[in-house]
């Protein structure tokens, strides 16, 4: 099992610029989840999605999107990249009724100058 | 919304000597406390975690502990190794149990010294 695979580790983007940041899973999980970390601030959820098909909002929603179309895949994608997007993105992934017991990735540490 | 105060922000302690992070909620719904461990260039793992209908969880040399009336919830790690050195994140979960009800502490550095 690779468990929670995130690519890449870093990334530089300008202003304006989109991305997609990778996340994979391959414990056939249902529930996968982004969370962005800031200094000071812990974790903050972005969104979250319980099964192939569905995605909802979390705390931090605004300048983001997600979408489902696989169990194993959890793409977050970066429409028109801010400075205060700057931050490191976490996925994470749990069995759906197991999702306080949530596997993190490494992380992804992106900076937009 | 929920609220999870942290604290302290940082903390160091002597090789064998005892730590200890507490943290606060505001939601007296919340029934859920799990605490993670996070190192560093890695992404935060559960390590231990405590029901509202129990006081106190151990686990070899972590535990937690848990004062629903005061809503407040600690970490005690004793007879620290410098492999403890790493953030630790508190959380508290709503009883509806979506990652959405799911708010994390700030963090605390502990940096245990040799």
């Known amino acids: 099992n690779a468990g929670v695979t995130q690519t890449p580790k870093f990334q530089v983007l300008k202003t304006g610029q989109s991305m997609t940041l990778q996340c994979a899973q391959d414990?056939?999980?249902?529930?996968m989840s982004w969370y962005r970390q800031d200094p000071g601030m812990g974790l903050r959820l972005i969104h979250y999605?319980?099964?192939?098909?569905?995605?909802d909002q979390g705390e931090v929603p605004n300048g983001y999107n997600v979408s489902r179309s696989t169990t194993e895949d959890f793409p977050l994608r970066l429409l028109s990249a801010a400075p205060s997007q700057t931050s490191v993105y976490f996925c994470?992934?749990?069995?759906?009724?197991?999702?306080?017991?949530?596997?993190f990735g490494p992380g992804t540490r992106l900076t937009v100058t | 919304g929920e609220n999870v105060e942290q604290h302290p922000s940082t903390l160091s302690v002597q090789e064998g000597d005892s730590a200890v992070i507490k943290c606060t909620y505001s939601?007296?719904?919340?029934?859920?406390f799990p605490w993670y461990k996070q190192e560093l260039g890695k992404g935060p793992q559960l390590i231990i975690d405590?029901?509202?209908?129990?006081g106190e969880k151990k686990d070899q040399r972590i535990a937690v502990t848990l004062n629903k009336t005061a809503k407040h919830f600690s970490l005690h790690i004793t007879e620290t190794q410098p492999e403890d050195s790493a953030v630790y994140f508190c959380?508290?979960?709503?009883?509806?149990?979506?990652?959405?009800?799911?708010?994390f502490g700030s963090g605390t550095q502990l940096t245990v010294l040799p």
């Open positions: 994470a992934s749990s069995y759906k009724d197991r999702v306080s017991e949530q596997y």
């Open positions: 414990m056939n999980h249902e529930y």
């Open positions: 999605s319980v099964g192939a098909g569905i995605t």
């Open positions: 939601d007296s719904a919340s029934n859920y």
């Open positions: 405590i029901r509202s209908n129990v």
């Open positions: 959380a508290a979960r709503l009883s509806s149990g979506s990652a959405r009800q799911l708010t």
